[in-house]
């Protein structure tokens, strides 16, 4: 198995002996940033202009107390109001596990987009094999 792990929005972190990029890199309306390793970058678009939270760093930050093991991965995040995307360089040919973490870090009581319960998201994977699990799984 092969391994990439970042910390969206995050510091570098060791986490169960894996080692998790840091993303803390300042992001904007609109950026693109490879990292320095150079095996992926973060495309990002848009300007918050329903609220000033966030402000030109689009990095939410966790204001409460977490009781998990793991807390440096959900202390922060990287904010896109339009477009969030990360990719992958040259990955090698094999098996990977894809696991996502999330975890609700902007919490307020109105109609704005930091509204619990108010995320709405996509997620692709530019996978064949993927694909082929989910049909199989579904019965197809």
Known sequence: M???YINCGGKHAIVNKKSYD???DSSGAAKFHVSPTGNWAFSTTGIFIDGDQLGETYFPQNI???TM?????????????ISLTYYAFCLANGGYIVNLHFSEIMFTDDQ???SLGRRV???YLQV???T???LKSLGV
């Not at 093991?69 to 109001?81: F, H, I, K, N, V």
């Open 2 to 4: 092969y391994s990439l």
């Open 22 to 24: 840091d993303d803390s």
């Open 64 to 66: 409460t107390t977490l």
């Open 69 to 81: 093991a793991d807390t440096e991965l959900y202390m922060t995040a990287r904010g896109s109001p």
């Open 112 to 114: 704005t987009y930091a």
């Open 121 to 123: 998201f996509d997620i």
């Open 128 to 130: 064949y094999a993927l």
């Open 132 to 134: 082929i699990l989910f």
